[in-house]
């Protein structure tokens, strides 16, 4: 069920409850300051309580764009990044059916797939881990150590392999027309299409979203955050003695708002990057 469902999940996040427990003791903490020096200013409570509304509608504009920008990111790598490289095997239909080729044409899609991975995951280390291609027989020992010695934006390089595989059915008169070139360069597992799906990949990967926007949005969650708690801390101070359902309706804003925006800004950084390996939490 939805409410019990944790793994995988932003609500496993470590940092999302150390900072949960860092507003929470900023509201307890300002409400009890307050409370025991007997500051009782209804005026300063409701411009307190305004202001943190204000940064409240601010911060949900803004990662509103974020979290939209992030996604159609997200979508663009998964369509015509992830889809592309995988795109339907026409070969097999029109051309052969060698288990050889065929398998040949398979193993480079997958890993020019798994070399996003590894790259995104091992960063310029990589290259020292290209082994687990071999275990996992999608490359064979002889193409691991050519990748090696090439050791250039691998991802796409692997589709020269097939663009030549491709050729050489050709040259052998087994594909039968130029149409039928082209069509088999053009699409299903062929040259452009799949090295253009790895290639917008490392294309969005190295142009993220800029920091600076990023940076800004980050701390201004942050910085509402400590004002929400402060705020609130302060009217939960000022007004000690309310009643009981006012007390509960302060209190489940300092938690749920704080834990809403740091969460969205989580999933973002997860979205961001989906190639990295384990979820960012």
């Given at each position: 069920m939805l409410f019990f469902t944790m793994r995988g999940t932003v609500f496993t996040s470590p940092a999302l409850w150390v900072e949960q427990f860092v507003i929470l003791a900023l509201f307890v903490g300002m409400a009890a300051a307050v409370h025991h020096f007997g500051i009782h200013d209804e005026a300063t409570s409701k411009e307190a309580g305004s202001f943190a509304d204000k940064m409240a509608t601010l911060a949900a504009f803004l990662l509103g764009f974020y979290t939209s920008l992030t996604v159609s990111r997200w979508w663009r790598l998964r369509t015509d990044g992830v889809g592309n490289i995988w795109s339907s095997l026409f070969i097999s239909q029109f051309v052969t059916r060698d288990p050889q080729i065929l398998g040949a044409l398979r193993r480079y899609a997958r890993g020019s797939l798994s070399l996003v991975f590894l790259k995104r995951r091992y960063g310029a280390d990589f290259v020292r881990k290209l082994d687990k291609l071999v275990d996992d027989d999608i490359f064979t020992l002889d193409e691991v150590e050519q990748l090696?010695?090439?050791?250039?934006?691998?991802?796409?390089?692997?589709?020269?392999?097939?663009?030549?595989?491709?050729?050489?059915?050709?040259?052998?008169?087994?594909?039968?027309?130029?149409?039928?070139?082209?069509?088999?360069?053009?699409?299903?597992?062929?040259?452009?299409?799949?090295?253009?799906?790895?290639?917008?990949?490392?294309?969005?990967?190295?142009?993220?979203?800029?920091?600076?926007?990023?940076?800004?949005?980050?701390?201004?969650?942050k910085i509402h955050n400590i004002i929400l708690g402060l705020s609130y801390g302060y009217m939960m101070g000022t007004t000690w003695k309310m009643d009981h359902f006012s007390v509960f309706s302060s209190n489940c804003q300092v938690f749920f708002i704080p834990l809403l925006y740091n969460a969205i800004l989580l999933v973002n950084a997860s979205l961001a990057d989906p190639f990295s390996g384990e979820a960012a939490w």
């Open positions: 090696r010695a090439y050791n250039s934006n691998l991802a796409e390089s692997v589709w020269t392999w097939v663009a030549h595989i491709v050729a050489d059915l050709y040259k052998k008169g087994q594909i039968k027309s130029e149409m039928m070139l082209t069509f088999l360069m053009e699409r299903s597992l062929g040259v452009n299409l799949g090295r253009g799906g790895a290639a917008l990949i490392g294309a969005q990967m190295g142009t993220p979203i800029p920091l600076p926007y990023v940076h800004f949005i980050g701390f201004l969650v």
